[in-house]
């Protein structure tokens, strides 16, 4: 019976923990910007965030890297230097739409897999988990 017990306990204890690592930053995960790709492209933005908070940035077309800084529920997004790649125009505009949206984001929030930046605009982004 003291086994059993120990076992509920301990199952218990265990069910608690994702819960709580499901609300921390993501650092070392990778996640897609929760968006339908463009027409004629299976491409969806997407950030590779290392554990010191260095971050990949592949955009609908740009790329290169950036940082984030976290404090509690308060994040700074700074970009870096951007490879241009010759974009068509339409799509650099929404590159450089989509930076500055993270920017500008000054609060995140982490519910399972899907992590939101709130500034003047609202980006949802989910986690890749396979």
Not at 37 to 56: C, F, H, Y
Not at 62 to 74: D, E, I, P
Request: charged share 20%.
């Amino acid at each position: 019976m003291k086994i059993l017990r120990a076992g509920a306990v301990g199952s218990t204890l265990l069910l608690g923990l994702p819960v709580q690592a499901a609300e921390e930053f993501p650092f070392g995960l990778q996640m897609s910007l929760d968006a339908a790709p463009q027409a004629g492209s299976k491409r969806v933005p997407n950030l590779d965030i290392g554990d010191a908070g260095e971050t990949l940035v592949e955009l609908w077309c740009k790329g290169g890297k950036g940082q984030f800084s976290v404090a509690g529920n308060s994040i700074v997004f700074v970009a870096g230097a951007i490879d241009d790649r010759n974009c068509p125009t339409a799509k650099a505009e929404q590159d450089d739409q989509l930076l500055v949206t993270l920017g500008e984001a000054t609060t995140w929030k982490r519910q399972g897999d899907v992590v939101t930046f709130t500034g003047a605009k609202t980006l949802r982004f989910r986690l890749n988990t396979n």
